[in-house]
């Protein structure tokens, strides 16, 4: 069975650095990509970026780069969008999605449950 | 910037069919577009429907399906039942990465 289980919620002061986590399991992590997708409370889903973790291949949404990393670590199975600096307006949901990407498809089939960051002062 | 487009909301009596569309203001939606389904109901994580245009998901009713109409990307939705109430959103590929459209609340009434 294929699971997405991201970290739990997290609440941060303006400025502060942050790093959430989405663990893999049911499948061969390096063999699909992991993307995140930003949802502020009440508005639409965004596309942050995505990471394949078998070579570390990392593309980002115009929208998002600078702003954000994203990570995989092969031995752990898991991905990772880390913050350096966060804002009030990064508070959202978050999810990690996994997605099989290729030249002849592009497929987002399972999403983790979400992580919850709120940033205020 | 790319924007994507979908109807803002749209209504549907339950047994009956409703399409949702998704556009591009960079041109058309093409099976190269990759369009991407998600139903999302509140308090969920998004649940995926339909991939590269029209295919489902082994969870996905057959009821529910994707397609290319025109220039634009297509989920129609039959025998609606009132737990089809939800938003539903697409997603294209753009080159090196991927936009959601803005999501159109379906009301089954």
């Not at chain 1, 995989?72 to 508070?91: E, I, N, P, R, V």
């Not at chain 2, 057959?62 to 634009?72: A, F, N, P």
């Not at chain 2, 990307?73 to 990465?97: H, I, K, M, N, R």
Request: hydrophobic share 35%.
């Amino acid at each position: 069975e294929v699971l997405l289980v991201q970290s739990g919620a997290e609440v941060k002061m303006p400025g502060e650095s942050l790093k959430i986590s989405c663990g893999a399991s049911g499948y061969r992590f390096t063999s699909y990509w992991i993307a995140w997708v930003r949802q502020v409370p009440g508005k639409g889903l965004e596309w942050m970026g995505s990471i394949y973790p078998g070579d570390s291949d990392t593309r980002y949404s115009p929208s998002f780069r600078g702003r954000v990393t994203i990570s995989a670590a092969k031995s752990s199975s898991a991905a990772s969008l880390q913050w350096s600096a966060l804002k009030a307006s990064d508070t959202a949901y978050y999810y990690c999605a996994r997605m099989d990407y290729t030249s002849s498809w592009k497929n987002v089939d399972y999403l983790g449950q979400g992580t919850l960051v709120t940033v205020s002062s | 910037q790319t924007v994507v487009t979908q109807e803002p909301s749209l209504t549907v009596s339950p047994g009956g069919t409703v399409t949702l569309t998704c556009g591009s203001s960079t041109g058309g939606v093409s099976r190269g577009s990759f369009a991407n389904w998600f139903q999302q109901k509140p308090g969920q994580a998004p649940r995926p429907l339909i991939y590269s245009t029209v295919n489902r998901h082994s969870w996905t009713p057959s009821r529910i399906s994707g397609s290319l109409l025109g220039d634009k990307a297509v989920l129609t939705l039959s025998g609606v039942q009132p737990e089809d109430e939800a938003e539903y959103y697409c997603l294209l590929y753009f080159g090196d990465t991927f936009v959601f459209g803005p999501g159109t609340k379906l009301t089954v009434l």
